[in-house]
């Protein structure tokens, strides 16, 4: 019988003790340097290892018979369109002006949001959860701006959804509401969302000097102190809250001040860290990303600070996933079902104007108001699914692809140009030194 390597096997670089990773098959073993050179050079040209290499890679069970099937993570075709959660872009506009929002929030036209097709959408996904024999239905409430300034639109879809839900299905089918928020927020409006709302995130960038210096309100004041108490009315009302801390070029040096304050002021078990997204006003010299080199290494003094408080401090592009594999990090190949207040159907929700030159990549249908329906493209529907991991060049040789798989879509493409990336970013290179460090750390590597 003839013989092969394995699936998606790796060599990870670490001065002179190299890592073998197969994401596959769970395997992550420290090899010599030789071992790593005649791998490679097998992958490369067919070289034919050493026999004390393939006696390696056959403990592992890394070598396998010729004739198994590739074992890769793939989408199938499926142009079917039937989601049972909605993401409603409720508004542009924002009564803050942060100085790194990838939206320009706030710089766009502000449409109201169609009441009748917020309730059709609602409606559909209910509709939805409850034929595929579901028990829940999502409604998510996000935007290119602060989505508490229509509230009333918030109110109305989430408490006409949950009465349809009762009356229509009675207790079969739970309408789970989750919403993004600035923060800065009334008192009113901060008590009905604790009452309302399943899963809410706050944007809160960290101490006073840090949160109001990137996040000025619409004058130029300070917004830090109200969204501090709303996060603290929040608290231990809210099932699933979240903090989201964007750490931008100025601040990354602020991280682990940001986590003791995080620690300190919050009873929550773990924060969200995220580095600026580079476009809008993201591309700031001041502001924008941060030094990957620097991420990483006041990342980890902030999470060693969080251990001190028993929590954590969350990457969501480096999440520890090992030995699971993911070929997707987000909805978009889903694909999310996201309405623009003009009727668009976005598979993103950081692209959702008719402007942006990545939207083509992205929409795939809009609301028809005479019929009140969806109208989508199959077509377009089957290929986001197709969409993952796997459709990016720039991933094709990346260890770490099948732990970020690939991260952000909205980042693949130039939102200057439209134009698909072709090179490392910022994200790539912390996702990249986070996941490596993780591997290092399971063999025992220092």
Same mark, same amino acid.
């Not at 790796?10 to 890592?19: E, K, T």
């Not at 944007?203 to 830090?224: A, F, I």
């Not at 077509?379 to 990346?398: E, F, M």
């Given at each position: ?196 709302? *399943?899963?809410?995130?706050? #944007? ?7 949160? &109001? +210096?990137?996040? !000025?309100?619409?004058?130029? =004041? ?119 207040? *003009?009727?668009?159907?976005? #598979? ?7 402007? &942006? +030159?990545?939207? !083509?990549?992205?929409?795939? =249908? ?81």
């Amino acid at each position: 019988m003839a013989y092969k390597l394995a699936d998606e096997v790796y060599i990870v670089d670490h001065q002179d003790s190299p890592i073998l990773y197969a994401p596959f098959d769970g395997v992550v073993a420290r090899i010599t340097p030789e071992m790593a050179r005649e791998f490679e050079a097998a992958r490369v040209d067919g070289t034919l290892p050493s026999r004390e290499t393939i006696a390696t890679l056959n403990s592992l069970g890394l070598v396998v018979p010729s004739d198994r099937p590739e074992r890769a993570l793939r989408g199938a075709w499926d142009e079917s369109f039937k989601p049972v959660g909605v993401v409603y872009m409720v508004t542009a506009a924002c009564n803050l002006r942060c100085t790194y929002c990838y939206a320009d929030a706030g710089d766009y036209p502000v449409n109201l949001y169609n009441r009748q097709m917020a309730l059709d959408a609602a409606k559909f996904v209910i509709d939805n959860a409850h034929e595929a024999g579901g028990d829940t239905a999502y409604l998510n409430f996000h935007g290119g701006g602060e989505p508490t300034l229509d509230l009333e639109l918030i109110q109305t879809v989430v408490e006409w959804g949950r009465d349809y839900a009762s009356t229509t299905y009675g207790d079969g089918i739970h309408v789970n509401a989750s919403m993004v928020t600035n923060g800065l927020v009334s008192k009113s409006k901060a008590e009905w969302i604790a009452s309302n709302i *399943d899963s809410v995130q706050v #944007s809160h960038d960290g101490p006073e000097p840090v949160h &109001d +210096l990137q996040r !000025p309100t619409v004058r130029g =004041g300070k917004s830090y102190s109200r969204v501090r108490e709303v996060i603290q009315e929040f608290q231990s009302r809210v099932p699933d809250l979240m903090i989201k801390a964007t750490i931008s070029r100025a601040t990354v040096a602020r991280m682990p001040e940001i986590a003791r304050y995080m620690c300190e002021s919050f009873e929550l078990d773990r924060f969200h860290f995220g580095p600026v997204l580079g476009t809008g006003r993201g591309r700031s010299v001041i502001f924008g990303e941060p030094d990957p080199i620097d991420f990483v290494r006041y990342y980890y003094q902030a999470q060693a600070i969080a251990d001190e408080y028993g929590k954590t401090i969350v990457v969501s592009g480096a999440l520890s996933t090992f030995p699971n594999v993911r070929r997707t990090f987000c909805g978009v190949t889903d694909p999310n079902f996201s309405l623009t207040s *003009d009727g668009h159907i976005s #598979s993103c929700y950081e692209i959702m104007y008719d402007d &942006d +030159l990545r939207a !083509p990549h992205a929409y795939y =249908g809009r609301y028809d108001r005479e019929s009140r329906s969806f109208v989508v493209d199959g077509n377009r529907i089957a290929k986001l699914r197709l969409h993952d991991v796997n459709a990016i060049s720039k991933c094709k040789d990346c260890f770490a692809k099948w732990q970020c798989a690939g991260d952000c879509q909205a980042r693949w493409y130039n939102s200057q140009t439209g134009d698909l990336e072709t090179g490392a970013d910022v994200r790539c290179e912390i996702n990249r030194t986070l996941i490596r460090d993780r591997l290092l750390e399971i063999v025992s590597v220092s």
